[in-house]
Structure formats: C-alpha cells, structure tokens
C-alpha cells in the first residue's frame, strides 16, 4: 500500500493545548529542517513529551503533510467506547463504571433487549455517563457495531474502543492499548490493537491465532482498539454475517490491505467465550466452548463463507479448517445436545454453499 495513503495513527488519546501548542512548534521547526532548533526544542521539552514526539514522528517515521493537517488530526485525538447488548446482566453497569474515566464518551448500542433490561440501561444512563441507543430489535452484532461506529464519527472521536457486555476491564486498559504502538516498528501499519484475553470464568488465557512467524491473524472484536479511518478505508463490518467471525473478516480484510494487528500483552480484557469447560481425553487437557446450537449454525455458515472468500490467505486459511474439523470431534465427544449441534452444522454448511446469509435462528 503506497505510504501516502497510509492514515496517521495518534499515540495518545488527549493532549493538553501545551502539548498540542508544543507539537505544532515542533513540527514547523522540522518541517523548515531546523535542525538544531528542532533538538533544542525536543531536548527542553517537559513531562517526556519531545522524547515520545521523537520516538514517533523523528527520523522519518512519518511524511508530514503540513502543519495544519497534525493540528486537524491531534484535535479528535480520543477515544469513543462502544458496547453492544442485548438482555445484558446487571454486571454491565459495572463494566461501564471501570471504563468511564478512561475514554472520552461510551455508547451503548442495545439490539432489542427486554423491557426489564432495557429499564436498567436507560436508568443507569445519567450515572454512568453513556449514551444509549436502541435499536429496537436483534439486528445483529455487526449491525450494532456498525451503528455505534457512526456514532464515534459523529462525536469526533478518532479511535472506536468495541466490547461486549460481558467483558471488563482494569484501570489503565486504554492508556496500555495506546501505549504498544510506540514500540511498534512501524505505527503507520497498525490497524487494530487487541488486549490479552483472560477467561472470566476460569481464569485461562485465551489463544490468539498466529502464524509460524509470530503475526497476529485474528482477534476478537470485544477488547480490539481501531482507529476511525480505517473504517474509512475498508469500509465498516458485513452486516449479511449477522453473527460471528464478523471480526475475523474484519480482521483478514485489514491483513489484505497491507495493515497489521498488534497485542497490548499488558493490557487485559476478562471475558467469557461461550460456557468453556475442560476435559480430559487419553491423557490430553483440552477445552470446550459450548455454544448453543442456534450459534453452532452460524459459526460453521461464517466460517465457511469467510474460508471461502479468504482462502488464499494461507496463513490462516488451513488453521481455520482445521479448527472446524476439531471443534466438531469436540461437540461430539464432551458437549450435551450434540445431535441438534450436529444439525445446525449441517445446514450452516448448506446455507453457506447456497450463499444464504443474515438471519436465521434467534438467540
């Protein structure tokens, strides 16, 4: 992807109008080629911002485009939660309390929620501090994403922070996600950062898929950091998957167009995937995810449908079959209600040989 097209990714998430007042000067001094005024300025520069402007913007990291063009883009440099329900438990206001103080504005985006549930969201609003839309019905979790992104846009925002309802976080979550892309190699390419992930309700680390090489493939939408212009770019979630690998085609679609996805190893998201249980099985520890047999359809629908169109990725293409083949020797073997999972499977498989998307089954 040529450099010009690439977007400028912030590295924090507010500035001061000191530090915005010096970033400008700073830039002006190296855009003249100022050399010993810009080392001067650097050097003098309180609270570590010159050696962080350095770190990121020195030696040729990025073409500048002028000065007012940084001023246009350090003056949405925030960050815009936004959290998909749908019947949430109560733990969500929780949820929201850990992350408030650490992002600009939340955005609560409800697909169609109880009146009992939707009665808690719309009390604990002025709380919380979060905006809540209502969809009025289950329109599916790319929907909603979708919805929510155009609401970050329309604050201002330049990253968009995605979760679930169930999914929480510790203080200085934010800060740590923002933190990785000074240490990456090249910022420019960063398309989306995701946390380490801790089952919430055993305590594993859940894998992420890599290749041989140690490159992120895919992430989960729940806990991924994504700045508001490669939405631009790439365009927003696909809404006829309605549910599941929504973000894994999300994911391979960044990796196709030259962008990459970077861990915050410190930054750590609790959540829950599907109700995982462990087994044993001659000898060997494994686990499960449970899924109920309305998603055991459209996890193997997506699936097939995304190897499909994503096939020649090579890198993940082959992990993911495989992952197909033993997820269904697992529901098999350990998980209950396997016959009508065994179904669901079968005509998931169907439906994505006859493209048949969007919604089938409610949840």
């Known amino acids: 992807m040529p450099k010009d097209e690439r977007m400028h990714l912030p590295s ?115 709380k919380y501090d979060f905006k809540l839309i209502e969809n009025g019905c289950n329109l599916g979790i790319a929907a909603a994403l979708n919805v929510g992104v155009r609401e970050v846009k329309a604050r201002g925002c330049c990253w968009a922070a995605l979760f679930d309802q169930d999914s929480r976080v510790e ?38 898929l890599r290749s041989k090489e140690g ?26 998957l309605f549910l599941d690998y929504v973000d894994i085609e999300f994911c391979l679609r960044s990796r196709r167009a030259g962008y990459r996805i970077v861990q915050s190893p410190r930054a750590v998201l609790y959540h829950s995937q599907g109700r995982m249980t462990l087994h044993r099985l001659a000898g060997r520890w494994f686990a499960s995810t449970n899924h109920s047999a309305a998603r055991r359809y459209y996890i193997t629908r997506n699936r097939l449908w995304v190897l499909g169109r994503f096939f020649g990725d090579w890198a993940w293409s082959p992990k993911e079959a495989r992952s197909m083949i033993l997820e269904t020797i697992k529901i098999v073997l350990v998980e209950p209600d396997r016959l009508k999972k065994l179904k669901n499977t079968v005509l998931g498989l169907a439906d994505a040989l006859r493209g048949r998307m969007g919604k089938r089954f409610d949840l």
């Open 12 to 126: 924090r998430r507010e500035l001061s109008r000191s530090d915005v007042f010096v970033y400008v000067i700073l830039l002006a001094a190296r855009d003249m080629a100022c050399s010993r005024a810009f080392a001067f300025m650097v050097s003098v520069t309180p609270y570590g911002f010159g050696k962080r402007f350095m770190r990121i913007h020195g030696r040729g990291a990025i073409r500048m485009s002028g000065v007012l063009s940084e001023i246009h883009k350090l003056a949405g440099c925030s960050v815009c939660a936004v959290i998909v329900s749908y019947n949430p438990p109560l733990e969500i206001l929780g949820n929201m309390a850990a992350l408030r103080s650490q992002v600009r504005s939340i955005v609560v985006v409800d697909n169609g929620s109880s009146e009992q549930n939707l009665a808690m969201l719309r009390d604990g609003q002025s």
């Open 171 to 208: 203080p200085g979550f934010i800060d740590l996600m923002l933190d990785v892309l000074e240490d990456a190699p090249n910022p420019l390419q960063v398309g989306i950062v995701c946390p380490l992930y801790v089952d919430r309700q055993n305590g594993m680390v859940l894998p992420i």
């Open 215 to 240: 490159e992120i493939l895919s992430a989960m939408t729940s806990g991924s950091l994504i700045p508001v212009k490669l939405f631009d770019q790439l365009g927003t979630f696909n809404e006829t």
